[in-house]
Nanobody
Framework: QVQLAESGGDSVQAGGSLRISCAAS????????MGWFRQAPGQEREAVAA???????????DSVAGRFTISRDNAANAKATLYLQMNSLKSEDTAMYYC???????????????????WGQGTQVTVSS
């Protein structure tokens, strides 16, 4: 059974940096698409960054482009760890951050929540000004 486990969420000051991680386990095939979404209270879940296909094409939301960097470590047995390096954090980046994976193919550009069939439980990022 596929499981995604996020870690690294924290409370930081505006302007600071944080790296969150997502460890994927239980996969039996290569996943072309993994990404990060976030959801703040009262708001819809939005795509933040994703690796959307086997060529490694990356997507960034306009609000985070130039500040956030997504990366992926590929291990044996189709396991992977996904990272999101977040720099120059702003109060509007405060949200629950979710890792997502599409086990069966690539994702759209921009990626949509419906492109993904597995989700983590989320890790909270709070930025105070």
């Amino acid at each position: 059974q596929v499981q995604l486990a996020e870690s690294g969420g924290d409370s930081v000051q505006a302007g600071g940096s944080l790296r969150i991680s997502c460890a994927a386990s239980g996969t039996t095939s290569w996943s072309d698409c993994m990404g990060w979404f976030r959801q703040a209270p009262g708001q819809e879940r939005e795509a933040v960054a994703a690796v959307v296909n086997s060529r490694g094409t990356t997507y960034y939301a306009d609000s985070v482009a130039g500040r956030f960097t997504i990366s992926r470590d590929n291990a044996a047995n189709a396991k992977a760890t996904l990272y999101l390096q977040m720099n120059s954090l702003k109060s509007e980046d405060t949200a629950m951050y979710y890792c997502a994976l599409n086990l069966y193919g690539s994702c759209g550009y921009p990626p949509r929540p419906t492109d993904f069939n597995y989700w983590g439980q989320g890790t909270q990022v709070t930025v105070s000004s």
